[in-house]
Structures are given as C-alpha cells and as structure tokens.
C-alpha cells in the first residue's frame, strides 16, 4: 500500500477566534534557504478567515499588521495574548500571489517604481491608542510594500505615538525597515514619536520565539526605547 505523503495543514495558531496557518513553520533552516519559495494561501492569511480586526473603547494599544505567509501574524497573536490589544490587519486590494516568484517578481516592480499597493480597508481613528505596535515581513532588507502603503495613507494619526516595530524575516534583519517608518512617519506630518526596540523573529522561528516576544512586550511596557 502506497501512503499518500501530501502534507496536511494544521493550525499553528489563532488570532481572533481565526485559525493561523505559518507554511514555513518546522522548516531548517537549510531547508527554509532564508524564506526563499515560501508560499502563502493565496489571499495574505485570508483565504479561509475575514481579515483580522478587534476594536474596543477600552484598549490602549493596538497592533495593525500585515502578513503574506502567517509568520507575522502568529507573532502578532502572541503579542495580543500578553497585551489585550486591539487589532487591525492591512488588507491590499489585490493580495499577493501564494507563488513565491510571482510575489516577488510583483514586489521587486512595485520596489522600483515606488507604486505601492492600494488598501482595501476601514481605518478606524487611533486617537486613543497610546502605543502602536507595527507587524510586518521584511522583503528586500526593507520595510514590505502593504506597511509602506498604510504608513503613507495614514501616518499622520500616528502623532505623539509609542511605536513598537516587530517583523518576520530570513535571517538576515531587520534591514532598514526601522529607518523606513521614521521617515514616512516625518514625511506624512506625524511628531514626537517614541520608538521601542524593535523584535525581529526569524519566519521558521516564530513558534519557538514564546520567551523572546514575552520579553519584548514587557519592554515596551516598561518603556525601553530604541538607542
């Protein structure tokens, strides 16, 4: 009897009542060759679920975030556990393709003809929100396309903001994604920003980063900023 070797997904995770599902999880690192071929379910984490969004009048932070292959968004998850914040997730009208090449090949035109992705959202008003914890993949030791679109249409609400960067990525860091945001942020009219440290957590590795992320937030809670 021949046994059928197809890999059957499981949850990895759950973000708002909604299943997690990180492709790359379990991956070596050999294996994993930094992210590259990585797939994703077609639809940014949402073939299956509505896109994550939890708003309530009492949080005082919120984590928004944008996630192709579930990596960011499992850290995202584990993030809200330890915070009770709300959540946002960036939704681009024209999601990405689950094949990595053709994600790629998207990006690296988008990257040079600075033509970024339209939004396909409701942007509440982050008036009350003290901290904002920003949650993104790094694509070409930068700052990923959907982050950059929301940063420009809606920076300046980030006024006077704590910002607390995290990011999945393929070993290689966090890039100049930091950099990116202070100057989009500068760019849009935002002040007076504080910026913690930020958590860079490799993308086969979030499952294994439960101390590492529950360090971080007691950091940003403590109000360490980035030096």
């Given at each position: 009897m021949?046994?059928n070797k197809q890999?059957?997904e499981?949850?990895?995770?759950?973000?708002?009542?909604?299943?997690i599902?990180?492709?790359q999880?379990?991956?070596?690192?050999?294996?994993?060759?930094?992210?590259?071929?990585?797939k994703?379910?077609?639809?940014?984490t949402?073939?299956?679920?509505?896109?994550t969004?939890?708003?309530?009048?009492?949080?005082s932070?919120?984590i928004?975030?944008?996630?192709?292959s579930g990596?960011?968004e499992?850290v995202?998850?584990?993030?809200?556990?330890?915070?009770?914040?709300?959540?946002?997730?960036?939704?681009?009208?024209?999601?990405?393709?689950?094949?990595?090449q053709?994600?790629?090949?998207?990006?690296?035109?988008?990257?040079e003809?600075?033509?970024?992705?339209?939004?396909?959202?409701?942007?509440?008003?982050?008036?009350?929100?003290?901290?904002?914890?920003?949650?993104?993949?790094i694509?070409?030791?930068?700052?990923?396309?959907?982050?950059?679109?929301?940063?420009?249409?809606?920076?300046?609400?980030?006024?006077?903001?704590?910002?607390a960067?995290?990011m999945?990525?393929?070993?290689?860091?966090?890039?100049?994604?930091?950099?990116?945001?202070?100057?989009?942020l500068?760019?849009?009219?935002?002040q007076?920003?504080?910026?913690t440290?930020?958590l860079?957590?490799?993308?086969n590795?979030?499952?294994?980063?439960?101390?590492?992320?529950a360090?971080?937030?007691t950091?940003?809670?403590?109000?360490?900023?980035?030096?």
């Open positions: 021949v046994l890999r059957v499981s949850q990895d995770g759950q973000i708002a009542g909604q299943p599902t990180a492709y999880l379990g991956k070596t690192d050999g294996a994993w060759q930094h992210g590259y071929g990585t994703s379910d077609d639809r940014d949402n073939s299956r679920n509505q896109p969004r939890r708003l309530t009048k009492e949080a932070s919120i928004i975030y944008f996630s192709r990596s960011t499992l995202a998850s584990k993030i809200a556990e330890q915070t009770n914040a709300d959540l946002l997730e960036i939704v681009v009208k024209n999601p990405y393709s689950g094949n990595y053709r994600t790629l090949s998207r990006a690296n035109t988008e990257r003809r600075e033509d970024f992705p339209e939004l396909d959202m409701r942007v509440p008003d982050l008036s009350q929100y003290d901290t904002i914890y920003l949650g993104y993949p694509w070409a030791m930068t700052l990923s396309h959907p982050m950059t679109a929301f940063l420009t249409a809606n920076g300046s609400q980030l006024t006077h903001k704590k910002i960067p995290f999945s990525e393929g070993g290689y860091g966090q890039g100049d994604s930091v950099d990116r945001i202070k100057d989009i500068r760019v849009s009219g935002a007076k920003n504080q910026f440290a930020a860079v957590v490799d993308g590795k979030v499952d294994r980063a439960d101390k590492r992320i360090s971080w937030v950091r940003v809670q403590q109000g360490y900023e980035l030096k």
